[in-house]
């Protein structure tokens, strides 16, 4: 699979910042890794994103190495407002 990208906003106090999510499913030793200076709300979403693929009938890639990205990995995310977008890359 080919990279997928979506966007989503990071908010700063009261100021918004784009985030692109790209997530890679590829060979490799199974697992699930999030990069690009994710909180511990937004490491958890790994568990959330993976139940809500899974109940919306389509498949975890549970053989596969699966890696989000949050990129600008300078700008610190925070919250589970970025779950969508990452459901949204896994599930194409």
Known sequence: ???????TIALQGATGHLV???VDVSPGMVATIMVGRPDAAISEARDR?????????FAWPT???????LSPADLPKRGTHLDLSVVTSCDT
């Open 63 to 69: 053989t596969r190495r699966t890696t989000i990205l």
């Open 49 to 57: 994103c993976r139940m809500a693929v899974a109940n919306s009938g």
């Open 1 to 7: 699979m080919a990279v997928a990208t979506s966007r």
């Open 20 to 22: 692109d999510v790209q």
